[in-house]
């Protein structure tokens, strides 16, 4: 079946530093790609959908110079939280929607976790 | 943004008992998805339900689609222990837009 494959897993920052998180989708093309961010025992929020070869679309309230987003290829979106601060401290996780599945299919990505201190 | 609340929040409950999980919203979605959630990892596809009044099992597991495709529901029968997991329903609206819903943080006591 579709894997999506997420690094790291587990990152630790200093605050003010930027961290790159990668999802790639490995036997699979995506043309889209999902990032959502989920705290402690809360849910999945959407903050932006990856689209390849074009600029992601961000949620209300996601900051885009914040959290920016590539999807150079069919296969990689990246998130890269720039300066980052404690509050961004979080577990990140993507999604990709198969371009040849029907709609709504996603595969999920194990997450990664990231500790701002 | 479309919100999609469950109930309960939490539940906590003894191994062989029974549940439901409810997933409700005032906006009409073309289909929902359940997901359970392990700590640390992603969630995982349990289900999908595209029409009205639909009803699927997975084993242990009821899945509905309410008639105006605004609510779900997930009953579990006879919970074990591995059933524990963060239960998450999510809205489809469109062709790449998926809402997920409050979750439902399920403990199965052995």
């Known amino acids: 079946g579709a894997v999506v494959s997420q690094h790291p897993s587990w990152v630790i920052c200093k605050s003010g530093t930027s961290v790159k998180i990668e999802c790639r989708s490995l036997?699979?093309?995506?043309?889209?790609m999902f990032w959502y961010r989920q705290f402690p025992k809360q849910s999945l929020m959407l903050m932006a959908t990856?689209?390849?070869?074009?600029?992601?679309?961000?949620e209300q309230g996601v900051e885009k110079d914040k959290f920016l987003i590539n999807h150079a290829s069919l296969t990689l979106s990246t998130l890269t939280v720039t300066s980052a601060h404690p509050e961004d401290s979080s577990f990140y996780i993507c999604?990709?929607?198969?371009?040849?599945?029907?709609?709504?299919?996603?595969?999920f990505g194990a997450g990664s976790r990231l500790t701002v201190l | 943004t479309q919100l999609l609340e469950q109930s309960p929040q939490f539940l906590s409950i003894q191994e062989g008992e029974n549940l439901t999980v409810y997933c409700n919203s005032s906006?009409?979605?073309?289909?929902l998805q359940w997901y359970r959630q392990e700590p640390g990892e992603g969630p995982v596809l349990l289900v999908t339900?595209?029409?009205?009044?639909e009803v699927k099992k997975l084993k242990r597991l009821t899945f509905q689609f309410g008639d105006a495709r605004k609510d779900s529901s997930l009953h579990i029968t006879a919970a074990q222990p591995g059933d524990t997991g963060l239960y998450l329903c999510?809205?489809?609206?469109?062709?790449?837009?998926?809402?997920f819903g409050t979750g439902t943080r399920l403990t199965v006591i052995p």
């Open positions: 990856s689209n390849e070869g074009s600029k992601a679309t961000y």
């Open positions: 906006s009409v979605f073309s289909s």
């Open positions: 339900v595209v029409t009205g009044g």
């Open positions: 999604s990709a929607r198969d371009w040849r599945a029907a709609a709504n299919v996603l595969t």
């Open positions: 999510a809205g489809a609206t469109g062709a790449n837009n998926l809402f």
């Open positions: 036997d699979f093309q995506a043309t889209t």
